[in-house]
T-cell receptor
Framework: DTGVSQNPRHKITKRGQNVTFRCDPI?????LYWYRQTLGQGPEFLTY????????KSRLLSDRFSAERPKGSFSTLEIQRTEQGDSAMYLC????????????FGQGTRLTVV | SQQGEEDPQALSIQEGENATMNCSYK?????LQWYRQNSGRGLVHLIL?????REKHSGRLRVTLDTSKKSSSLLITASRAADTASYFC??????????FGTGTRLTVIP
């Protein structure tokens, strides 16, 4: 499968624990996005990478959230000291080239904080 | 939503009818894209319209863009039960961000 891959698909964690999600974009896609989506809402932008550089972060991304994209390939999103409000679907997308390109989405990681 | 709103929030139609969804936004765009999401799954790109384009077609899909009104519409003709999904518009700002609206939940009744 050459699409965007996200792992794990589901994660249940206790409040206060740290979690890390991984996203493997489509090979050679230089752009990578993270979004958060809650039930009945649209995806909310969290952060964006061009190659290994994190070019933009949403104000939604508190200091408990950190994202990396070492070597411009896969990316990780870590949430420290999880809170119940962090429960959501975390979506990763990648694209190649300039502005007039579509984004390809992974299936997402569903996080439940209990 | 971060940057846009879809209208209506929910739409229910009979199979064979046309479905129209609207999207409004607040700031300038490079392009506007429409995506589809089946329940609990990732988003799939449908169509992209550039800021200097006014209308675009792809199969049963027709998208219009009015930059003076900062709005776009997605028309699905001859709907099918398989078109049941949530539809989102996404605004591309500059060369980077892609901001999504709140979505329209379309139900096509067989």
């Amino acid at each position: 499968d050459t699409g965007v891959s996200q792992n794990p698909r589901h994660k249940i964690t206790k409040r206060g624990q740290n979690v890390t999600f991984r996203c493997d974009p489509i090979s050679e896609h230089n752009r990578l996005y993270w979004y958060r989506q809650t039930l009945g809402q649209g995806p909310e932008f969290l952060t964006y990478f061009q190659n290994e550089a994190q070019l933009e972060k949403s104000r939604l991304l508190s200091d408990r959230f950190s994202a990396e994209r070492p070597k411009g390939s896969f990316s990780t999103l870590e949430i420290q000291r999880t809170e119940q409000g962090d429960s959501a679907m975390y979506l990763c997308a990648s694209s190649f080239g300039g502005a007039d390109t579509e984004a390809f989405f992974g299936q997402g990681t569903r996080l439940t904080v209990v | 939503s971060q940057q846009g709103e879809e209208d209506p929030q929910a739409l229910s139609i009979q199979e064979g009818e046309n479905a129209t969804m609207n999207c409004s936004y607040k700031t300038s765009i490079n392009n506007l894209q429409w995506y589809r999401q089946n329940s609990g799954r990732g988003l799939v790109h449908l169509i992209l319209i550039r800021s200097n384009e006014r209308e675009k077609h792809s199969g049963r899909l027709r998208v219009t863009l009015d930059t003076s009104k900062k709005s776009s519409s997605l028309l699905i003709t001859a709907s099918r039960a398989a078109d049941t999904a949530s539809y989102f518009c996404a605004r591309r700002t500059g060369a980077n961000n892609l901001f999504f609206g709140t979505g329209t939940r379309l139900t096509v009744i067989p």
